[in-house]
């Protein structure tokens, strides 16, 4: 026990010695953290919805590339083979370096959670079970990471193959990419890879119900590393002089790799699919709360005096819960996840998630999720005001147009051909299309919106110019002032009503490909305000 | 009483016997040298030994116990200076005696090893900045963090200057003053002769000769060489009819040669000379050293 802390400790010490090991362990993460941030434009609810990619990607660098490349620099030039000399046993050695590892992958994602909220990233929900989960993503890569070390023989060879992990784990497993926008076959092939339960589980216990709802996720984690650990430890050279080329030592890689595919098929046998990817259909019935809980508050309360001064936005700053999600929070209402904190704010630009029965208002009492503003708001929308908006809302602290959240093409703006053909389409059958028909004013605007919205969150090279057709398709089918009152209305009230108009958007030729709602909603009610502004003035029509 | 005892090592690299039919003893508290060519087998022969490779036959036997059924005590018993000198760049020489102390049960001081090993004002010094020197006596004291009764020493003063040698040579002898027994890989001949109350010459993998180098000497059958210089220098062609010369060389006005009889062919060599009234100015005959004894024996088996 004193060799493997002694171990441990000299471990640790020398990677705090070596700058560039410090570079790739701390900093990296960092930078990842500040490009993405930047890439967000400093929304903070952004950064959290984030953060499981974030936290994936130090873990797999450090465990991937890190653990490798050192334990392959230490064979390399002998020293394994001095401590050979030593009566210790390979398990104790390999454990203190197990260990060494996993405490740097902490300290790693701590600093990078303390950035983020010193960013003004909300408090992750549930921070002992981001621990938790945190430890099994560091177990499954910190197992990848040994069996890369057994593989290679020296350091040039572990980058290559780190190289051959990191980037396919990037694209197509989850971590960089969202699944959502993936192909079909990518998402199949992602169910493979252990960055997508990695990024799942984690993002889970920042914005999500936490631990709960990461059963299969947490399975996947362990057996991953269960297989590469055994591998790398049935693999393990103390001398670059012994051959890896020995049929038996390439036998064990594929211990590891069956470990992937057998959760890949469990996967595919179960018909998973992470939350972000979860269609309309198996979204919560409407009286239940919504999927993912808005983020944790981060302006004062209501009750503060300064409140509704201070923190006007674009979107209301403050809302409530319902009375079915305050008793899902205190364990008393069923289908309501992850609920616990009975006031939430959503970001300045952007709204939070929440789910009512229904889009029209009750004259008597005002929708169950409402948001709840420090002063009277109107019963419904057709009594909505300008005092209303001009009270409520404001449109300096929108996406920039030409940003990548909800941008907007410019009048002068040219699409490319194939964007061009589309977008043809698009003006040639939206008028037509049926979401954009119903009766109800507030559901048809939002269906029309959605439009914009989803080739937004999908990044489709369409996404400014569909925004540009919804815009003047809407100023085309809806008088000015009641378009003005429906668009405030959708603002105050961005979860109501339903998303099932997104299914049919096959009609006006976009993919079929899953797509977040939640974040659907909240481009969608961007849009919405972006329109508003440019009807009453307050924005250039021609794009900022 | 034997400190080690190999029998019929037998290590094979693919195609290459590495070691056959390696058997050797050690005796308690002596010195004992392993001397062979570059590739001859002496590195995987002590590797064996002290585990660091697995032999595919043959009996190793250290401080009496079999060193392939319980490798884990026999570590405990004994240390080991191998060819490269591996430690990572930025640990310390103390950081580096206190964690290989951490290994063993019974220990040395660190503070110890290091004045012991004149490292004590670069005990705080990371690894990549000590000299060769300096690296080489840090791997020495690591060899005695566990008090051993047994030293393995793999070439230790290879690519070491002249002085750090001399040095180390001294070490190793109050290695056996102090009681341990030391067994020794090594191509310097001079070295050999020097430090080991007895050598092993071990060459394409099979120990050819052993015991104390003088006795190694007294037995060989190797001629002894002439050295001559005159002036005006002798024409290689007047040495013609002298009987019992072997390897005769001409080169700067200096002829030498070997002979197995010494007295008639140096008698023979005399009467030229003063026949043809040339005045010597250097005449060398010398036993054979064990060099000559090396060359002829490694040569014998190359052929």
Redo the contacts between chains.
Sequence with gaps: MHAALQQLRISLTLHYRNKMALIYSYLFPLIFLLAFYVLYRYERVVLARHMGELLTVSVLGGACFGLPTTMVSERERGVWRRYRLAPIATSMLVLSVIAARYLILVTAGLLQLAVALAMGMPMPQHPFDLWIVFTFVSFAFIGLGLVMAMMADNVPAVQALGQCIFLPMLIIGGIAVPIATLPDWAQHLSQFFPGRYAVQALQACILGPGLGNTGFELLALVIIGTGGTIAGAKMFRWDAQQRFARRSGKAWVSVALMSWVVVGVLAESRGYTPAAARSSEERPAPTTAATAPPPQPSVPAPSSPSASTQERSAIPPVLTLSEAEKKAASGGATGARGISNPRATAPKDKPAAEAVPSEKPSAEKPPANSVTLPHPTPPSWQAVTVADIERDLVFDRLPSDSGIVTPIARDEEEPDPDTADHLRFIQENLPSWQPGKVADPVQRVRNMLYVAAVPDVQQQPIERFAAQAVFYQLQQDIPKDQLIKVLYWIALHPTDGDDKAVGDLWALRFTSDPVDLEQTRERAAIYGVKLLGRLLGKLPRGGS | MHKVVVRDLEKRYDAVLAAQGVSFEIDDGEIFGLLGPNGSGKTTTLECV???RQPDAGHIEVCGMDARQHP??V??K?G?V?Q?I???D??TPR?AL???A???TRTAAASALLQRFALTEKADA?FDSLSAGQRQRLAVA?AFVNNPELIFLDEPTSGLDPQSRRDLHAEIVRMKRDGHTVLLTTHNIDEAEQLCDRIAIIDSGRIIASGPPRDLIAASTSAQSVLLRTAPPLAIESLAGIPGIDDLMYENATITFRTKTPAPTLSALMQIVSELEVEVLELHARKAKLEDVFLALTSEESQ
Excluded: V
Aim: glycine share 4%.
């Design positions: 002290i585990g660091l884990t005590a570590k405990e004994i080991a191998l490269t591996a430690l990572q930025k640990i950081e206190e964690l290989f951490s290994f063993y990371p690591l």
